[in-house]
C-alpha cells in the first residue's frame, strides 16, 4: 500500500513538473509574449530592451510610441496590436462558425412512423 502511494505521489509530481516545464517552454517560443511578460519590472511601461522578444512590435515600435517618450503604454501596445487582431478578426469567427456546423449525415437520421 505504501508503495502503490509513493508511486502515485511520484507520477503527480513528475506530471506537475512536465506540464510547468511545457508550458514555460511555449511561453518563450511564443512570437507574441503579451505586455505582461515583457513588462520585466512591472513598471506598466515597455521599453525597446524589454519588447525585444516582439519582432513585430520591433519593426512598428515608431508608430506605436505616440508620445515619443522612448516606452511604450499599454494603450499604446494596444492600439499596434489591436489593428492585428481585429484584421484576422472575420476569419477567426468563420473558423469559428464553420466548426461548429454539424456535418449533414444520415448516421442520425430517424424515419417516420408509420401510421396505423
Known sequence: MKLAKSILVA?????????????????KADPEPGFNNMDKNNDG???????????????????ADRDND???????YLMVKGKKDIGTAADKVKSAVSSDKPES????????????
Open 11 to 27: 507520477a503527480g509530481l513528475a506530471l506537475a513538473v512536465g506540464g510547468a516545464y511545457a508550458a514555460d517552454k511555449q511561453a
Open 70 to 76: 522612448g516606452s511604450l503604454s499599454r494603450a499604446e
Open 105 to 116: 449525415s444520415s448516421a442520425g437520421a430517424t424515419s417516420k412512423p408509420k401510421s396505423k
Open 45 to 63: 511601461k515597455l521599453t525597446r530592451a524589454e519588447a525585444a522578444g516582439d519582432k513585430s512590435l520591433i519593426s512598428k515600435w515608431k508608430e
